[in-house]
């Protein structure tokens, strides 16, 4: 049974709606299919649909399967090796946290 999912933060979903629709038009792009795209990363389409409506309950691992599929991994790399760029700052905002977190 598939587990639900609950965040605080409105910010959390509409930036995983955000990312699944720029994966969508990546995979469009390239001229992939759900199907075609299963058969690259071995990920079931539903999964890969659910990942592109931004479903909270896919995992990173599928993130960063569908990401190297699509040829889109270097990005991520770029941005996380080098958190004091520009381009990091721009892309990831990260909330300082405060002492009671």
Same mark, same amino acid.
């Given at each position: ?17 955000? $990312? ?5 038009? %990546?995979?469009?792009?390239?001229? *992939? #299919?759900?199907? =075609?795209?299963?058969?690259?990363? /071995? ?23 569908? $990401? ?5 991994? %270097?990005?991520?790399?770029?941005? *996380? #090796?080098?958190? =004091?760029?520009?381009?990091?700052? /721009? ?11």
């Amino acid at each position: 049974m598939r587990q639900n999912l609950h965040f605080s933060s409105n910010s959390v979903t509409e930036g995983a709606q955000r $990312l699944g629709e720029r994966l969508r038009r %990546a995979r469009k792009a390239k001229k *992939l #299919s759900l199907a =075609d795209l299963e058969r690259i990363c /071995r990920i079931h389409r539903t999964t890969l649909g659910r990942l592109e409506r931004g479903d909270l309950g896919a995992s990173i691992g599928v993130l960063l399967s569908v $990401l190297e599929a699509l040829h889109e991994l %270097a990005d991520v790399e770029l941005v *996380l #090796s080098n958190p =004091d760029t520009p381009e990091h700052r /721009r892309v990831i905002n990260i909330p300082v946290l405060d002492q009671e977190f």
